[in-house]
């Protein structure tokens, strides 16, 4: 694996951790989405994460605000207010 497919392997993770985290998607959809796929494409569907969901209950506030500080880098503000809605009312 080279360098941009690192990065790229990082954002996917970040934006994944976005739709958990905001609740856009479940772990459970995806590991309906995982089955499926690999039923269709009989190979492996990837969804990284940047934390193991299943480490602890919940995801923790450092978690959440590693995700912020990687869209804040790229000024996706929008999702950056999500993140910290969802944390100061969850949390």
Known sequence: MDFMEDIELYNEAMVN???VITKKVSIED???ELEDESD???D???FPL???PFMHGDISNDEIDLVVDHFSDLEEYEKCAELV???KNVK
Do not use: D, R, S
Request: without cysteine; negative net charge.
């Open 40 to 42: 269709l494409m009989e």
């Open 50 to 52: 940047p934390f193991n």
């Open 17 to 19: 951790a976005y739709n």
């Open 30 to 32: 995806v590991f309906i």
């Open 44 to 46: 492996l569907f990837e």
């Open 85 to 87: 809605t969802y944390k």
